[in-house]
Structures are given as structure tokens and as C-alpha cells.
């Protein structure tokens, strides 16, 4: 499903990534590890096609298709979703509207009739309860004056109302309490199936006792240094990053 | 009729030996007769500039009686003596006064047919939905009058009739309700207000009259649209609005569509008068041409729009979206005079490439426990100024005035400019007169956030502004609004990245 090989990318003359490569077939929860500066939310960026990154070398394929050649806005409507880190507020524009006018993009884009007020509402409804999200957030602007909780929890309610193919979590956990971590966490756990896939990008192993990775890779100055199942999550948690660090300055 | 013109511009010719313009204006109308303009108007052509007798020509050409005769004239004498203010931050060269055709100008470049209409031009209406027989209308093509508009207006006016209401055209009004225009004409904004106002009050070509009876709420939105499209207005627009003791009405002028007209200088009058009890809610929808992406051409705006509610419990309400205009002058007021009386002004006005608008509002609080409420909302994009201008006065003898001023301002790219000049003159110690003012940029992370979200930056734009803006919409008719909210994403167009 993506398929990234030797990416380079820098920002402002500045390499940060130097050669990744990383291979996420359907149905599979990837999980991105690293300390803070090692490229983990460029690679969320470049993926989901932020302005601001150069693309020195490298390639990165969806679906087959070439990623870094489409419109952000195309990408999206292919199914890929970036659950932000600090996702934004837009004063003024309905929370609902907003949602029904993205999801109504997808699907235009698939060919499918797009949803009228009713049909959304019903849906939109059922995916809230995936969240335990109070009714009243809907009504007002998006993410305006919520809580930090709030807004990831905005996140990953939008993720299900658009149902991704590939959903990329930045830093999801950062920022959450135990109670809005366990909520997110059901969330994404619900949605997952075997036709979809996840790059959960944290800093902590902790989100990780609530979603199940098949895959870790450990980012390190721009390459991924190790990668290994759960339990290297949990090696991490135990003995820091530096360890690794060290191996591969060894090698 | 078309003889006695004949005969004035005869008797003009002898002051003046026939000029090279005159000349040319000959030329001019000869070549538009080819292509099927109705002859009398070009018989109405009348010479370039200002004079007495040119006003008198108006006044007799639309067979006024002698007390608007005489008021036109003491206009005019006025505002000979008077100078073109220069404190609006504005740029833009000088008028001359002397090279405008003050009635009936003839057309000189008016399109044969949509094909030699600017292609981006017919882009727009295309994107705003116009119906397609209203296009070659917009463009400025040469047709005779849509005879539909002029049906529609006609069923529309006996319905009206039934109830007492007069909507007409002014000119008409004058001719047929001259008491009613000698009462209240020129009682909001007297001939001798301002430069652009007293121009106006001389040579006023035409424009619209409502009258509402006491007691009688106006059953439907009344639009000057349908009724300009029937005879155009043109330059000088007046219009007078009076509602009666215990009586509602909502206007809307304008529409979404953007206007061409050959003339590029507009200063049009608009007088509200609200008796006891009466409510006004006027909407506007302003989108002369702007002109191109260089700032070449565009219409100049300079508008005198003011409300009188002179009656206790009155209440008026401005509502406007601005787009258009290469320059834009405007600060639709309201004196509150009556006890209780509660004056509003919502406003939008969005600036892009090189528009300029100086607007805002003037709040004259005079009667006791009088209220105002201002919310304005700027938005500038390319290469454009944008400054809100605001007067918020309270007389000595106003008791418990309030206030409530809210003046924001967004920033699209960083070539353009915001500013706001809010004035506040109190002299009643019981006022209480609030202002906030917020000046934000369309950042690239919400426009990011959205295109993440399947939504093309055009759509991202289109939605950040209209949020920002939702609290002067949410004031408009609905289906104004939403037509305002598409007008947001077209105005702004290419404005972003």
C-alpha cells in the first residue's frame, strides 16, 4: 500500500531525511518511533504533502500511484488521513459542515453520490460514539476553544467519518490524559480492517499498550536504525534510545 | 420630446462652437444607432461637463417640478464652492469633473455580444450560476430591456399596491407623490453633506422610492435589482426609503453578479427615514467591476448611505458585502434620534489585487437610551488596502447610550493592508461604549488542514473567509447569503498560493 524507498527530503538546505525506506501493506499498524528531531513529523508532512519540504532523492508510492507528484487535497481524497498534531482551529466554519463538506469530496472523487444533511447526520452519530464525543462539539467551529483531548479526539472522529485507507497518526498521544488515551486508542482499534493500514508516528511507548503494532521502526537522524515487532517497543521503553544510538554509530 | 433636446443641444452649439468632442460624441452615437440602440437615446446625449444649464436639462428632461428644479440647483451652486475631500486613505488619480457626461452618457465601448466580453468576466458568472439571459445584461452587451424583469416588477408592484406600499422609481415619485418626496428628500442627507452628496443631489439620474404605510409590514424582500435591470440608473443613483409609524421593510440592493458600466464614477445617495416603531433592514451586495489584476479600470464608489430613525423605538439595520469597486467610499450611518431607537451596521468588505476601500459607519446618538451595534469585517488579499473607518458620537443630551463595536481584520498573503480608525466622541457621562478589534491572517496550516481534508485550496479559502466572516451573513437574506458566500471564494480567487 506504501511503498517508500531511499527518501531524502530537507527543509531550508537542512537534511532530515537521508535515505528512508519503510514498506506498509494492508491491514498491517506500523509504528514510528524516535527521539524528538529525528524526522518523524517531516515524514507525516512529506507524506501528506505539506509545502516547505524538498525532495532531494527518493521515491514514495500509495496505491501504486507516484505520492509526491499529487495535491495534498487529492491524497486525502485517494484515502489517506494525517490525525494532526496540533490539529487547527478555523473560527467561524462549522464543525459538521466542515466534516460533511470533506467527506462529500471523497466521495465525489470515488464516484459516489455525495451525502445529503440527513444521511450524513445519521452517520456522523454513529462514528461519534466511537469517540465519546459530546454532541455539542459538532455544532461549533471547528476545533475552536476545545481542549487538547478534544481536539484528538476531533482527529480521530473525522477519521472515521472519512474511513482512510492509510491513516497516519502524528503524535496522537501527545498532550492526552489516560481516559482521552484509551478513547483514541478504541477508536482506532475499531476502525481498523484487513483493507486498511496505520502509521502511528509517538514518542512513547504508552500508546502503544493500547494499540497493538505489528511493525516498530526506531527513527534516527533521518533512517530508520531498527525496526522489530512489539517488543522492541517495549525494549525502548526500558532502555531509552541511546543504546540503539550507539549500535548504529558502531556499524 | 425628442425635438425640444434637439432644440437645447441646438442652443448649446451656439455658445460653444462644435468641439472635437462634441464631434466625437456625434460619431460615437451614429456608430452605436447601427447596432440597434433605440434612437432616443441617443438624442439624450447631452454635452460633457457641468453647468446650470445642464441641471436644468435633467430637471426639465425628466419633467420635475419646479421645487426639485430649484433644489438641484442650490446643489449644484454648492458644489461649485466645494473640494474633493482627500482624507480617505485612497489613492487613485483625480476626476475631472468637466469630462463626465452627467445624463445618458453615450456608450462608447459597449460589447456587440459575449464574445468580445472578457473571457474571465464570463468565467465568473459562470462560477456564481448566473442565469444565462441576465449574462449579456451584466456585461454591459447591448439589448434592449429584459422584458421579464420588467413583468416580474410589474406583478410585484400591484401586489404591493393592495397594501399601500409605493416602490418606484424616483423619478416617478417625484412626478406623482411630490408630497411625500418634498417631505423627506434631502432631510437625511442635505444637498449640502459632502462633495460626492451634493454632486448627487444636482444631477441625480435616477433610483429607487419605497414608502411604507403606518402599521404595514412589507410582505417580501424588496429588490432594486429587478428594477434597474428595466431602466438603467446609472452613475448617480438616489434613493429614498421612508417607513412609516409601526411599519417593517427589508431592502436589497445590488447583486452578486459582477456589474460593468461604463461610467467609472459612482456617487449614489441612499436616505432611510424610520418613524416611531418602524423598522428598516437594508442589505447590499456591492460588486461593481474591480477593475483588472493590474488595477487598470474598475469602478470608483464614493456612496453617501444614511439612516434617520426619528421616531422613538425605530430601528435600522445595515447590512453589506462589499467586493467590487477599484475604490470603495462608504459609511452607511445611523442618527438615532428617536428614544429607544437602535441603530446596526454589519459589514464585509473583502479587497483584493489592487481594490482599495476606505468604509465603516457613523453611530449619532441623540436620543435617550439609544443602542448601536457595529460589527465590521475586513478582509484584504493581494496587492489591496482595506481600512475600516468608524464614528461612534454620543450627545451631551443622550442618557444611557450604548455601544458595541467590533472591528476585525484579515490579512491573505503579505502585499496587502489593514487599518482601522475607530472615533469616539462621547459627551454624556452615562454612555457605555465598548470597542474590540482583532487583525488575523488566513494561515497556511489552516489552509494545509483543510487540503488534508480532500478540500482544494480554493474551496479552504472560500470556507476560512466565510467563518470569519459568518456573523454579518447570518444578517443577510438566505439566499443572498448564500450567494455571498460563494462571491467570497470567486473574489479571492488565485489570491493564495
Redesign the interface.
Known amino acids: 500500500m506504501l511503498s517508500i524507498k531511499n527518501l531524502q527530503v530537507s527543509v531550508d538546505e537542512k537534511p532530515i531525511l537521508k535515505g528512508l525506506n519503510l514498506e506498509v501493506k494492508a491491514g498491517e499498524i506500523h509504528a514510528i518511533m524516535g527521539p524528538n528531531g529525528s524526522g518523524k513529523s517531516t515524514l507525516a508532512h512529506v507524506l501528506?504533502?505539506?509545502?516547505g519540504y524538498r525532495v532531494d532523492a527518493g521515491s514514495a508510492h500509495y496505491k501504486g500511484l507516484d505520492l509526491l507528484e499529487m495535491?495534498?487535497?487529492i491524497?486525502?481524497?485517494e484515502g489517506m488521513?494525517?490525525a494532526?498534531q496540533y490539529?487547527?482551529e478555523?473560527?467561524?466554519?462549522?464543525n459538521t459542515s466542515?466534516l460533511k463538506?470533506?467527506l462529500n469530496?471523497?466521495r465525489k472523487?470515488r464516484g459516489e453520490e455525495e451525502l445529503d444533511a440527513i444521511d450524513f447526520l445519521s452517520l456522523i452519530k454513529k462514528q461519534m460514539n466511537l469517540v465519546e464525543m459530546k454532541e455539542d462539539l459538532l455544532k461549533r467551529?471547528v476545533n475552536q476553544g476545545f481542549s487538547g483531548g478534544e481536539k484528538k479526539r476531533n482527529e480521530i472522529l473525522?477519521m472515521a467519518v472519512?474511513n482512510p485507507t492509510l491513516a497516519i497518526l502524528d503524535e496522537t498521544d501527545s498532550g492526552l490524559d489516560i481516559d482521552a488515551l484509551r478513547i483514541v486508542a478504541g477508536g482506532v482499534n475499531k476502525l481498523r480492517t484487513p483493507e486498511n493500514a496505520f502509521v502511528i508516528i509517538t514518542h512513547y511507548q504508552r500508546l502503544l499498550d493500547y494499540i497493538v503494532p505489528d511493525f516498530v521502526h526506531v527513527l534516527s537522524d533521518g533512517q530508520i536504525i531498527k525496526s522489530g515487532t512489539k517488543e522492541l517497543a517495549y525494549e525502548l521503553e526500558e532502555r531509552g534510545y541511546d543504546w540503539l544510538l550507539e549500535d548504529s554509530e558502531k556499524v | 420630446m425628442i425635438k425640444e433636446n434637439n432644440k437645447m443641444t441646438r442652443d448649446n452649439d451656439k455658445n460653444i462652437a462644435m468641439s472635437d468632442d462634441q464631434q466625437t460624441i456625434q460619431n460615437i452615437t451614429d456608430q452605436d444607432y447601427k447596432y440597434g440602440f433605440v434612437t432616443d437615446i441617443e438624442m439624450e446625449a447631452f454635452p460633457k461637463g457641468l453647468d446650470e444649464n445642464i441641471v436644468r436639462m435633467i430637471s426639465a428632461k425628466k419633467k420635475e417640478p419646479e421645487f426639485m428644479t430649484e433644489w438641484r440647483l442650490k446643489a449644484y451652486r454648492h458644489w461649485r464652492k466645494q473640494k474633493e475631500p482627500k482624507w480617505p486613505k485612497l489613492k487613485y488619480s483625480e476626476v475631472d469633473y468637466e469630462d463626465l457626461y452627467y445624463y445618458a452618457a453615450p456608450k462608447k465601448e459597449a460589447p456587440k455580444s459575449l464574445d468580445e466580453v472578457d473571457p474571465e468576466l464570463l468565467a465568473t458568472f459562470e462560477k456564481l450560476g448566473v442565469p444565462l439571459e441576465e449574462r449579456e445584461l451584466l456585461a454591459g452587451v447591448a439589448v434592449d430591456a429584459v422584458i421579464d424583469s420588467v413583468s416580474v416588477a410589474t406583478t410585484f408592484k400591484g401586489k404591493l399596491g393592495e397594501l399601500g406600499i409605493i416602490f418606484c422609481p424616483i423619478s416617478e415619485a417625484i412626478q406623482e407623490h411630490p408630497e411625500l418626496v418634498k417631505k423627506y428628500l434631502g432631510t437625511v442627507v442635505p444637498y449640502t453633506d459632502n462633495f460626492y452628496a451634493t454632486l448627487n443631489s444636482a444631477v441625480f439620474s435616477d433610483g429607487s422610492f419605497v414608502y411604507i404605510p403606518p402599521g404595514v409590514r412589507c410582505p417580501m424582500e424588496l429588490s432594486s435589482y429587478f428594477r434597474i435591470n428595466a431602466s438603467k440608473t446609472g452613475q448617480f443613483e438616489r434613493t429614498l426609503i421612508v417607513a412609516d409609524k409601526g411599519s417593517y421593510v427589508s431592502y436589497l440592493e445590488g447583486c452578486t453578479a459582477p456589474m460593468r458600466d461604463e461610467n467609472q464614477l459612482h456617487a449614489a445617495v441612499v436616505e432611510l427615514i424610520a418613524l416611531d416603531d418602524a423598522e428598516i433592514k437594508y442589505s447590499t451586495v456591492q460588486n461593481w467591476y474591480a477593475g483588472n489584476k493590474e488595477g487598470v479600470g474598475g469602478i470608483f464608489n464614493f456612496v453617501t448611505k444614511r439612516g434617520l430613525c426619528a421616531g422613538n423605538n425605530s430601528k435600522i439595520s445595515w447590512t453589506q458585502v462589499e467586493t467590487g469597486s477599484a475604490i470603495t467610499w462608504k459609511y452607511p450611518s445611523c442618527v438615532l434620534k428617536g428614544d429607544k431607537s437602535v441603530g446596526e451596521f454589519y459589514s464585509v468588505a473583502l479587497t483584493n489585487n489592487y481594490q482599495q476601500a476606505d468604509t465603516g459607519t457613523k453611530m449619532i446618538h441623540l436620543g435617550k437610551n439609544t443602542r448601536s451595534l457595529i460589527i465590521s469585517k475586513g478582509i484584504s488579499a493581494g496587492k489591496s488596502n482595506n481600512t475600516y473607518r468608524g464614528l461612534v458620537k454620543v450627545n451631551k443630551k443622550a442618557e444611557n447610550a450604548r455601544n458595541y463595536s467590533q472591528c476585525d481584520s484579515l490579512l491573505i498573503g503579505d502585499q496587502c493592508g489593514a487599518h482601522t480608525y475607530p472615533y469616539l466622541e462621547i459627551e454624556n457621562p452615562s454612555a457605555q461604549v465598548e470597542h474590540e478589534a482583532t487583525t488575523s491572517k488566513v494561515?497556511?496550516?489552516?489552509i494545509?488542514?483543510?487540503?488534508?481534508?480532500?478540500?482544494?485550496?480554493e474551496?479552504a479559502v472560500g470556507?476560512?473567509v466565510?467563518?470569519?466572516?459568518?456573523?454579518v451573513f447570518q444578517q443577510l437574506p438566505m439566499e443572498f447569503a448564500v450567494e455571498a458566500q460563494a462571491l467570497m471564494s470567486v473574489s479571492l480567487e488565485g489570491s493564495v498560493g
Open positions: 501528506s504533502g505539506r509545502e495535491a495534498p487535497e491524497r486525502a481524497r488521513f494525517l494532526f490539529p487547527i478555523i473560527p467561524g466554519v462549522n466542515f463538506k470533506a469530496e471523497v472523487h467551529p473525522q472519512l | 494561515s497556511e496550516d489552516q494545509f488542514y483543510l487540503n488534508q481534508r480532500g478540500i482544494s485550496t474551496d470556507m476560512i466565510s467563518g470569519y466572516a459568518r456573523e
